[in-house]
């Protein structure tokens, strides 16, 4: 499986040619999902109907549309720290692959205010490397804002690098600890979304 860390300019987000797109829910004025939204050409009015599935303070993670519908959008319920939801990541791959899809674009680092989040991009990152173990997707792209494309670089490699390390001190009994892991998230994920009203 291929990672792609994209650099995104400000005012100026270009769609990538995936089968899914995952983005933060947040849908007030000039958002990343709204700069998403418009640059693949799909309905607003639409996802704006959808804000009763992430109200509330649970965390939710929702597949929009069916499996023949491509790009698919995947909408994760906003927090004030994307660390302070370790499964989301997991949960955003695992929809996907339950899906059949083959490509995702993750839009969630795109636009930073502030401090690079690094220790949650790292979280992000190291499930994505671990995702290759038993996903079907071939290629994961992660977009992130230009500022940080440097520093976002430098943290993949770190985590490339760690992941492969700690694989090849255990590959046989992580691979089914995780082959195990996404079935049972697989299962889960078909049952949050028949529950949003997904078809």
């Not at 839009?107 to 790292?122: C, N, Q, V």
Request: charged share 25%.
């Amino acid at each position: 499986m291929e990672v792609v860390i994209r650099p995104i300019a400000h005012g100026s987000y270009a769609p990538f040619p995936v089968d899914a797109i995952s983005c933060t829910y947040n849908m007030d004025g000039f958002t990343p999902m709204n700069a998403v939204l418009s640059a693949y050409g799909m309905d607003r009015e639409h996802f704006r109907k959808c804000a009763r599935f992430h109200a509330g303070p649970k965390f939710r993670t929702i597949c929009h549309g069916d499996c023949y519908e491509r790009p698919q959008v995947i909408t994760v319920s906003k927090t004030e720290r994307w660390d302070s939801e370790p499964s989301a990541t997991d949960e955003i791959l695992t929809i996907a692959d339950c899906e059949r899809c083959e490509s995702l674009c993750m839009t969630h680092f795109m636009f930073i205010i502030g401090k690079f989040p690094e220790t949650a991009f790292e979280q992000c990152l190291r499930s994505v490397e671990l995702a290759k173990l038993h996903t079907r997707l071939r290629k994961i792209v992660v977009d992130v804002d230009e500022r940080c494309y440097l520093q976002a670089l430098d943290v993949h490699n770190r985590v490339r690098k760690n992941v492969i390390s700690g694989l090849c001190n255990s590959r046989t009994v992580n691979g089914v600890q995780h082959s195990k892991t996404n079935q049972n998230r697989c299962e889960s994920a078909h049952h949050e979304n028949s529950e949003s009203g997904k078809p």
